[in-house]
């Protein structure tokens, strides 16, 4: 392969045959970002690859640059023992070890949810255990001291909102062995790690793997998509109640929420390590990604021209979206 004219990012799709938005959602994302690229490296040639490990047996490629690992259903259990699995893991290792030889300008993984738990297990550093409810819509997510400082997290201060759907969670961090991995927590489902509930919801695990509990990738349409389901809606309702079903509803034309999530946790990321390997690939580095409603699929209330919205490298959200 010829690195200088050709980028690879790979979809490792973990929905095991099952439609969904996420697949869709990821896709949006990569196009905007490749188009990014295409600016500062018209001669790149950048190819999508796409393999579904669970349904069949299709391993992650080994010469993809960048992967994102999606989430799925079922638990992250299903599978022990079978093929797939065992080259899942060998996959993670591989990246680590690309990275160790390249000094953290290698391949690199992104996972999410499903995805994110198969990690943790993979790497050890934490329990993974079912949740005694399923917890699932748009929710706050808290980071840590160290997640505000790292540049996965730093854009959104000490709260982010995304979307959730999980039965499963990652609690009882091992702190040693993350550390010895070189690794970080970044992010809590609560601010004090108990009161809402102890899960670990954003880990950088050390030799190019990140990964998160949540679903960045979730734009307007596929939220509306789920929570315009009937059966979702009063699911929804039972659990959260009435008035936070509609306050849902609202946060998704908030540029401040969800959409904010969905622009700059994995665009940042793919330019973070796309920039990272830029000099050892004969590329150009590219800027920061820039906050686009449209893309996200909303436009927000008229008083503005356009619908971009310059994001401060590192501002915080305003004191009124601060509230628990």
Not at 16 to 24: V, Y
Not at 106 to 120: D, K, L, P, T
Not at 249 to 272: C, E, S, V, Y
Not at 289 to 308: E, H, L, V
């Amino acid at each position: 392969m010829n690195s200088r004219a050709r980028l690879r990012v790979g979809i490792v799709d973990m929905n095991a045959g099952h439609k969904n938005e996420a697949i869709r959602c990821l896709g949006v994302l990569i196009d905007q970002f490749a188009s990014r690229v295409r600016v500062e490296n018209p001669g790149l040639e950048i190819e999508r690859v796409h393999v579904s490990p669970r349904d069949k047996g299709e391993a992650p490629p080994d010469d993809c640059h960048l992967y994102l690992c999606s989430g799925g259903p079922g638990s992250p259990f299903d599978g022990d023992g079978e093929q797939w699995v065992d080259d899942f893991s060998a996959f993670l290792d591989g990246v680590v070890d690309d990275n160790v030889a390249k000094n953290d300008r290698g391949r690199a993984a992104f996972c999410i949810c499903h995805s994110f738990q198969m990690a943790v297990r993979h790497f050890g550093v934490a329990e993974v255990a079912p949740r005694s409810s399923r917890k699932f819509g748009v929710m706050p997510i808290y980071t840590t001291e160290e997640g505000r400082s790292h540049p996965l997290l730093s854009p959104f201060a000490d709260r982010l909102f995304s979307f959730e759907h999980r039965n499963w969670e990652a609690i009882g961090l091992d702190q040693s062995k993350l550390d010895r991995l070189g690794g970080t927590l970044l992010a809590r489902e609560s601010r004090d790690g108990v009161s809402k509930g102890a899960a670990l919801m954003a880990l950088d695990f050390g030799g190019g793997v990140e990964a998160v509990q949540f679903h960045p990738e979730a734009d307007r349409p596929g939220v509306m998509a789920w929570v315009a389901r009937p059966d979702q809606a009063e699911a929804f309702k039972l659990a959260y109640g009435v008035v936070t079903y509609e306050r849902m509803l609202k946060t998704l034309d908030n540029p401040l929420r969800l959409a904010r999530t969905f622009a700059l946790t994995i665009p940042g990321w793919m330019t973070r390590k796309f920039n990272a390997m830029a000099e050892l690939q004969g590329w150009s580095p590219v800027p920061p990604p820039q906050q686009d409603m449209a893309t996200f699929g909303s436009i927000p209330p008229p008083a503005r021209s356009d619908s971009r919205i310059e994001i401060p490298r590192h501002s915080g959200l305003p004191a009124d979206l601060r509230r628990p």
